[in-house]
């Protein structure tokens, strides 16, 4: 498998506005899937394909790729959106971020 | 409402195997999806370990395919995995994980995970 480059750790004011990136050469169109872990907890997949959201992700959360890129956006950061989240890729294989620690301020 | 329950020793020492396994509740391992392991070392980020299909299809992780089979029962509804071999580098909270073929492998139902200690 392979990695893919994350930033250790984001920081947002709450309200506002958190970009949380992922870059690898294997991001591809509908293949970046994204996933939140809190404290103690399973991760939990928040984003599939890109860009769209399970039932339960709140809208808040969005999704978007640009060339080897791709960006996961909280609008409107809640103290409840502080967790770790991790970038996935599949390519007959599964890559992982290192993950984002976000902290909401 | 589909469950993971992840079940395995808890400690095992250097050199033996760990066996995991991964009993499925309210939906059919036969059903079209693959079925696979991740692990999270402690305070660390997420490994696949790899992912399995129901007839038999596998992928593993290539940095651990020399030690790693992971089979699949579906008379008991579960799958499990057997890595060999171990070391302190394997100390980890195992997760299994349904993924989807037609959501390029999104991981969308996880279990709880379960926690492997390998120490003397």
């Known amino acids: 498998s392979y990695e893919l480059t994350q930033s250790p750790s984001v920081s947002v004011a709450l309200g506002q506005t958190a970009t949380i990136t992922c870059g690898g050469d294997?991001?591809?169109?509908?293949?970046v899937h994204w996933y939140q872990q809190k404290p103690g907890q399973a991760p939990s997949l928040l984003i599939y394909r890109d860009r769209y959201r399970p039932s339960g992700t709140p809208a808040r959360f969005s999704g978007s790729t640009s060339g080897n890129t791709a960006t996961l956006t909280l609008t409107g950061a809640q103290a409840a959106d502080e967790a770790d989240y991790f970038c996935q890729v599949w390519d007959n294989s599964v890559g992982f971020g290192g993950g984002t620690k976000l902290t909401v301020l | 409402q589909v469950r993971l329950q992840e079940s395995g020793p808890g400690l095992v020492k250097p050199s033996d195997t760990l066996s995991l396994t991964c009993t499925v509740s309210g939906f059919s391992i036969s059903d079209g999806y693959y079925w696979g392991w991740i692990r999270q070392p402690p305070g660390r980020g997420l490994e696949w370990i790899g992912s399995m299909f129901h007839s038999g299809d596998t992928y593993y992780n290539p940095s651990l395919k020399s030690r790693l089979t992971m089979s699949v029962d579906t008379s008991k509804n579960q799958v499990s995995m057997r890595l060999t071999s171990v070391t302190a580098a394997d100390t980890a909270m195992y997760y299994c994980?349904?993924?989807?073929?037609?959501?390029?492998?999104?991981?969308?139902?996880w279990g709880h995970g379960t926690e492997v200690t390998v120490s003397s």
């Open positions: 294997r991001i591809g169109a509908g293949t």
């Open positions: 994980g349904r993924a989807s073929t037609g959501w390029y492998h999104a991981f969308d139902v």
